[in-house]
């Protein structure tokens, strides 16, 4: 989503309709639908309002569309797999990147022509301009990289690592920071662009995919795509100070030029959420102690700021924005900001107890067995988180992997069992509107393997003691002799013995079940002597 200048409109592009939804951000409603045939990705306004360019994906072009008609007026042929598009300062290019040819495509927007093209690294999606036009920063998704380009000669001076899958960078008002949206590590990095390194990095929320930064400098609100979140990091600090519970799939994030609203596109839900920014965030923990900023004009006198009739820590206040740490409360409370000129009302606070958890078990595993906190490395199963003050959970991660919910209660959260990359423990995380509770393992299992049995034969009679010696065989569930299961018993994680079941000759396999996953090896049933 992309709004005007004057925060008055915001444009969505709708890619399985090719259209472009026109919002009134007075009444916050869809005031027209204009065509845009192409699979229409990404807009972005020009400077003076007059004008909004739309990557048409499908199409390989750039739409530009006239904001005082809302109609399509024009499209200019960049090549296959347009992405994002940014505008210079002074609206006179638009940078464009294109994923087929890992290039920067720069349009003269008097001649709606292409007139450079700039190599950059492999798959770029996103593109920021400095506020100064100077530079342009390109996330190289196939590398990781964030490519540095001089835009009085479009050439490349440059490029910087930050984290894993850069996808989206935004520009403070002043152009000194840079951040950087790491979908693959689920983090933030901020970037002096006076040197274009990173000076810290930011855990955020679960794939994060668009970052944009509040017009005072403040603020950076990241949307986190897999928790149905936008988190609230505080840029004096670099410190994520919490996180605004949103529709599913958040993709883009936009501020009004006031700083006083919200816009983030839940492509999930074919919707858009406002979310008011006087009060960010509206809710913290009982116990007090939640990093509360409050936004609106005339505020650097502000001598109070009360949740209730309970006086809140003011730790830093501008003329737009105070911040407080809030005292301990309980249910809904208003606040208020008392300056030399007055008392205002910012907003409703609401106070939750913070959410705690004691347990997790499996409830099913795909090898078989239920009730430790353990199972194959590829996932699989259903597994319950237990707790208190739960209810309203918006997400599960089991290390860095987001779990399904399933369902909810206050005491306990359902989730099937996400996959991880490689075995080993990894905790486990439950977020709720009132902030995160951890405390927890989950041990994710290798696939056993076997290297050897003996003895590898026996009698058609069975009753032969076998022993099978490989690895990651503690968890074994069940071992089967041609299907009949036989007994077991566990002697190490490298050893496990079982009893043969009678047979006709032949050879067999022998399957071997952990809640890890199962393996195999042959044996061999020998028929007696006869005459």
Do not use: E
């Not at 996959?419 to 393992?441: H, K, Y």
């Amino acid at each position: 989503m992309a709004l005007t200048p004057d925060g008055g409109r915001g444009y969505v592009a709708n890619q399985v309709s090719n259209t472009i939804s026109v919002i009134d951000t007075a009444t916050n409603t869809v005031t027209a639908t204009i065509a845009a045939a192409g699979g229409p990705i990404f807009p972005a306004v020009s400077p003076d309002g007059t004008r909004v360019y739309v990557t048409l994906a499908d199409a390989g072009t750039v739409g530009v569309i006239d904001t005082a008609t809302n109609t399509l007026t024009a499209t200019i042929a960049v090549g296959a797999g347009p992405a994002l598009v940014a505008l210079s300062p002074d609206g006179t290019r638009a940078y464009v990147t294109i994923q087929s040819t890992n290039t920067l495509s720069v349009i003269d927007t008097a001649t709606n022509t292409v007139t450079a093209t700039v190599n950059t690294g492999p798959f770029p999606v996103g593109v920021a301009i400095s506020p100064d036009g100077t530079r342009a920063y390109v996330c190289n998704v196939g590398d990781s990289t964030v490519s540095v380009i001089d835009t009085a000669t479009n050439t490349v001076t440059g490029s910087f690592t930050a984290g894993d899958v850069p996808v989206i960078a935004a520009f403070s008002p002043d152009g000194t920071r840079a951040y950087v949206c790491n979908a693959g590590s689920d983090s933030v990095s901020v970037i002096d662009t006076a040197t274009n390194t990173a000076v810290a990095t930011i855990g955020v929320g679960s794939t994060p995919r668009f970052v944009a930064v509040s017009p005072d400098g403040t603020t950076a609100y990241i949307a986190d795509f897999a928790d149905n979140a936008v988190s609230v990091i505080d840029t004096a600090t670099n410190t994520a100070t919490g996180s605004i519970a949103v529709g599913n799939g958040p993709v883009c994030v936009a501020v009004t030029p006031a700083g006083t609203r919200l816009y983030v596109t839940d492509n999930a839900d074919n919707a858009v959420s406002v979310i008011a920014l006087t009060l960010v965030p509206d809710h913290g923990t009982t116990a007090g102690g939640t990093i509360v900023t409050l936004r609106g004009h005339d505020l650097a006198p502000a001598t109070a700021v009360r949740f209730g009739d309970t006086p809140a820590t003011i730790l830093a206040n501008t003329a737009t924005s105070v911040t407080v740490r809030t005292p301990a409360g309980q249910g809904a409370v208003p606040v208020t900001v008392t300056t030399p000129g007055g008392t205002a009302i910012f907003g409703t606070f609401y106070y939750r107890p913070a959410p705690l958890l004691t347990g997790i078990t499996t409830t099913s595993n795909p090898n078989g067995g239920a009730g430790p906190a353990m199972g194959p490395y590829t996932g699989g199963g259903t597994a319950v988180v237990t707790g208190a003050n739960l209810a309203g959970a918006t997400s599960v991660r089991f290390g860095s992997r987001l779990a399904t919910i399933q369902s909810v209660t206050d005491n306990a959260v359902t989730v099937g069992i996400p996959g991880v990359p490689s075995p080993g423990p990894v905790p486990v995380t439950v977020i709720t509107p009132s902030g995160s509770a951890g405390g927890l393992t989950f041990l994710y299992l290798d696939t056993p393997t076997l290297t050897g049995i003996s003895p590898a034969s026996g009698p058609t009679g069975g009753g032969t003691d076998v022993t099978l010696t490989g690895d990651h065989l503690a968890t074994t569930q069940k071992i089967t002799f041609d299907g009949t299961p036989a007994p077991l018993t566990v002697v190490s994680d490298q050893m496990i013995t079982a009893t043969a079941p009678p047979h006709p000759a032949g050879d067999i396999t022998i399957t071997v079940a952990t809640l890890g996953g199962s393996t195999g090896s042959s044996y061999t049933y020998l028929d007696g002597p006869a005459i």
